[in-house]
């Protein structure tokens, strides 16, 4: 069995992107392209890749979305985003696994949303989360939420369940002065 990892905000084929989000590409056509070599490194086919909402860009058509998608490896599940806005099929057709509309809950202890959730370090729980690309107002990481916003993340690319659980665990600590 492969690694568990994230990734949002990937906006693949939208050009507006790279103007809003300070990406370093030139146009859609090598953001895509590279995003998927950068991809491809991380991520083997074994493993489960949950995109934390806003795949594609929002009018794409099927072939060019699938053109992508099949380029990715990994298993895909999305966590719908704003951005997602087509039915199930279409997601289905391009290889997603899963396609989920609320969030989900891992390991009893992660709750895994495209938008940020409420929670603080009393609750029970943690959030990993995309929607807020490079917002200020949020941070990355505590020990209680992770932001995998695609530009939040080393050189683009997806981060792993283990990476993110070592950040927030050692935050926690922090946290509780047990460092």
């Known amino acids: 069995m492969g690694k568990i990892l994230f990734i949002g905000d990937t906006h693949l084929g939208d050009e507006k992107m790279i103007k809003l989000e300070n990406r370093p590409f030139r146009n859609a056509y090598e953001q895509t392209k590279e995003i998927i070599r950068i991809w491809n490194e991380k991520v083997s086919k074994e493993d489960t ?13 099927i072939f060019h979305a699938e053109t992508i998608a099949n380029k990715l490896n990994g298993t895909l599940i ?68 992770y932001c995998v ?24 600590l922090k946290d509780n002065n047990l460092s």
């Open 49 to 61: 890749v949950y995109v934390v909402g806003d795949f594609i860009e929002a009018n794409a058509d």
């Open 78 to 145: 999305l966590i719908r985003g704003n951005h997602d806005t087509q039915p199930d099929s279409f997601y289905h057709k391009l290889g997603f696994a899963k396609v989920y509309d609320v969030p989900v809950v891992l390991d009893d202890f992660w709750i895994v949303s495209h938008e940020p959730k409420n929670i603080n370090k009393n609750f029970p729980y943690a959030n990993i989360f995309a929607h807020v690309h490079i917002n200020p107002m949020y941070r990355t990481y505590s020990s209680r939420h």
């Open 149 to 172: 916003s695609m530009e939040r993340l080393d050189n683009f690319a997806p981060i792993t369940f283990d990476e993110i659980k070592k950040k927030i665990f050692e935050e926690d």
